[in-house]
């Protein structure tokens, strides 16, 4: 009696380190597929972007570093005009740009710094507040002042862009940063009909 009793405890014993064995294995294939290969980063968890609102301290865009989650609630942490210009040249340290890339160079951007001041042409066909003869690019929706044509939202949406409170974050910010240097992109866009990324 004592031997049968024995040997179920033992038999017990071996299925459930076998059963436990097979789960950390399984368990150790998982981390594996979702960990980093050697010798490789994982991409930044934030990234630069923009979107067309106006800020509290009156400039016509933000600029800000965006980190997406799972359910795709974004995280936004604003910076400034100089900020965004160290960090996505790779100039200074930055939480979007780990390898130090200059991502106007990468995108073939030329003049970012006269591009980036651009970008409320996008949204307006004359700058708010004045102090520019500079005509923005916008086409309002004939029954709403400061409201982009339907066609208007439709290129600023394959860039990322639903809302007007939405970020154009990534690739598709500095594809869009380079396309505005395009004279050609730019006659599209007054008229409604320019590519989105490419």
Not at 31 to 56: D, M, V
Not at 144 to 153: D, I, T, Y
Not at 158 to 184: H, P, Q, S
């Amino acid at each position: 009696m004592f031997l049968l009793f024995y040997s179920n405890v033992v038999r017990f014993k071996l299925i459930f380190v076998l059963l436990l064995s097979v789960f950390v294995l399984k368990l150790s294939d998982v981390h594996a597929q979702n960990s980093e290969k050697f010798g490789e980063t994982a991409e930044p968890e934030y990234r630069f972007g923009f979107n067309l609102l106006e800020t509290a301290n009156g400039a016509l865009f933000h600029l800000a570093l965006v980190k997406t989650d799972i359910e795709g609630r974004k995280e936004v942490k604003q910076i400034t005009f100089d900020d965004f210009l160290y960090q996505a040249s790779g100039k200074v340290e930055s939480v979007a740009n780990t390898k130090s890339v200059n991502y106007f160079v990468k995108y073939g951007i030329t003049k970012p710094v006269e591009t980036l001041r651009m970008l409320w042409k996008l949204r307006f066909k004359e700058m708010p507040q004045g102090g520019s003869n500079e005509e923005g690019w916008a086409h309002y929706a004939s029954d709403a002042f400061f409201v982009l044509s339907n066609e208007q939202r439709e290129v600023l949406r394959k860039y990322g862009m639903k809302r007007m409170t939405d970020f154009i974050v990534g690739d598709n910010a500095f594809k869009l940063l380079r396309n505005m240097e395009d004279a050609t992109w730019v006659e599209q866009y007054k008229s409604g009909n320019a590519p989105g990324p490419n």
